[in-house]
């Protein structure tokens, strides 16, 4: 017996651990026509129209081991589902295998040590409550249908971020499946640890199973919204430079975000403390000296609080895309102008800013290559159906030159942008070259890959 399956945990008896379903596999492959096709494939964004050729709907590491074996005799590329919130397909193929993990959402926590073991079909909605009903948060995003899979293999940020650290910072263990169907553990190659901490998605292997650190739950979240409306664009501008100055000096409990949105800014200011406590008291007093008005602070249940920030549900159709990491307002001030102007005349087209920085720039050394950068922008763009409207489409293409022109260079590799050619140095800069050599280690065959997938050094 190893020492790992002699400890106690919740939610699945001991024998399951550490790899859940070893031995043989019982996949089925599903082809386009076929019952319970559209349902594997569908993206959360809907705009995406990528058919794999074969879906393997895998319930097992067995299982997935097969389908990369299956795709390998076949000579076919395999892409890698697992919540389906990509921002544009890169979990799908055209024509290639897909290997879909959502039927994988096993969880387990070890007694003791309060490890969390989570299966990447896992989404974010259903992480949050099972631990919460346990007492332990494990910071993560926001929105419900995210997969813990992909947002961990990228990084993971959310409302507890600045206090506790990425998600990907408190993965402790991972085991995946390589491009020639084998199993890899982090045990035995630690720098797999590394790369799947924030250098992971969809690159050298398939994520079946992932260990994380938990930190005791917060009670409740307390969180107030602000917003000036009837802006014009200096007034928008001025909203976004204040929030900037506020924002820096916010205490490691508090997350804030200003929204950018026509002629509306809203800043959204949440903490794990009381809303009576001094830091979130003077942010209120300089958000509402600023032009903001608010109706009021509101203290919830932390299950209920984060269940206000789930998101609407899916599949919509959208071109969201980062619009970069910032040092502060600084590095956008030549292009905020414009910025707001497009914003303003654009419906449909929003511009955020989140705060990072805190506890995310003394995390591990790690794949995620951004932790001094305490700002991250995000550029999205929502329309009711069909194809994106053509005011939209200029609008977003005004903002996105707007932020290179400024010298905006680095974007989160989770916010994927399919338009920008310099993306390997965008998401992952100096670590790089390191998950390069990884790719070739485990993926020598380029066999786990999607357009913006990592590259074998020689390609
Ligand atoms: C509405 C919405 C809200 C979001 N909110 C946040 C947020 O608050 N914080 C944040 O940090 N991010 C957020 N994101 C971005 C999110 O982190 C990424 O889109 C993430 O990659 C989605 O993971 P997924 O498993 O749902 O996606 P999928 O579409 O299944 O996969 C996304 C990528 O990860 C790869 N991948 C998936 N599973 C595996 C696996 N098991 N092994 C290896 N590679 C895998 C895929 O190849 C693909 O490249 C949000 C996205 C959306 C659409």
């Not at 895998?58 to 076919?76: F, I, N, P, S």
């Not at 003791?112 to 099972?130: I, M, N, V």
């Amino acid at each position: 017996m190893s020492s790992i399956s002699r400890r106690s945990f919740i939610g699945l008896s001991v024998a399951a651990l550490p790899a859940w379903g070893q031995g043989k596999s019982a996949n089925s492959y599903l082809k386009p026509g076929d019952a319970g096709y559209e349902a594997a494939r569908r993206p959360f964004n809907s705009t995406v129209l990528l058919k794999p050729a074969l879906i393997a709907c895998c319930r097992t590491e067995a299982d997935v081991c097969a389908a990369v074996k299956h795709a390998k005799d076949a000579g076919l590329p395999v892409a890698v589902k697992s919540g389906g919130h990509a921002f544009h397909g890169s979990s799908l193929n055209e024509g290639g295998l897909l290997v879909e993990l959502s039927g994988m959402a096993n969880r387990l926590l070890e007694k003791d040590t309060k490890r969390f073991t989570a299966g990447p079909g896992l989404k974010l909605k259903d992480c949050y409550s099972w631990l919460l009903e346990r007492g332990r948060l494990l910071p993560a995003g926001s929105c419900g249908g995210v997969g813990l899979a992909g947002l961990t293999l990228g990084g993971g940020y959310g409302l507890f971020s600045r206090e506790f650290g990425l998600t990907c910072d408190h993965l402790t263990q991972v085991r995946l499946v390589d491009g020639n169907g084998e199993i890899r553990d982090s045990r035995d190659e630690p720098e797999l640890l590394w790369a799947c901490r924030g250098g992971g998605n969809g690159n050298f292997g398939i994520a079946t199973s992932f260990t994380f650190e938990t930190q005791i739950a917060p009670k409740t979240l307390a969180s107030r919204k602000f917003t000036a409306k009837g802006l014009d664009t200096p007034g928008l501008a001025r909203r976004l430079e204040r929030w900037f100055e506020i924002a820096t000096s916010l205490p490691e409990p508090c997350f804030s975000a200003v929204i950018l949105n026509g002629s509306q800014a809203t800043v959204l200011l949440s903490s794990t403390k009381s809303a009576e406590g001094p830091a979130f008291v003077n942010a209120t007093k300089a958000l509402l000296q600023s032009g903001f008005g608010s109706k009021g602070p509101v203290t919830k249940p932390l299950g209920i609080a984060i269940g206000r920030y789930e998101g609407r549900p899916g599949p919509l159709p959208f071109d969201n895309v980062s619009a970069g990491f910032y040092r502060g307002f600084e590095d956008l001030r030549s292009a905020a102008g414009g910025i707001c102007a497009t914003v303003r005349e654009t419906p449909g087209l929003i511009f955020q800013v989140n705060t990072l920085g805190g506890a995310i720039t003394r995390g591990p050394d790690s794949a995620y290559a951004h932790r001094e950068l305490p700002f991250l922008g995000e550029l999205q763009a929502y329309w009711e159906k069909g194809t994106i409207p053509t005011k939209l489409a200029a609008g977003h293409a005004s903002v996105r030159q707007a932020l290179h022109d400024a010298g905006i260079r680095r974007h989160y590799g989770n916010y994927p942008d399919p338009r920008i050619t310099d993306w390997a140095t965008a998401y992952y800069g100096a670590t790089y070259a390191k998950l390069q050599e990884i790719k070739e280690k485990l993926d020598p065959e380029d066999r786990i890959r999607h357009p913006q997938s990592v590259r074998l050094p020689n390609a």
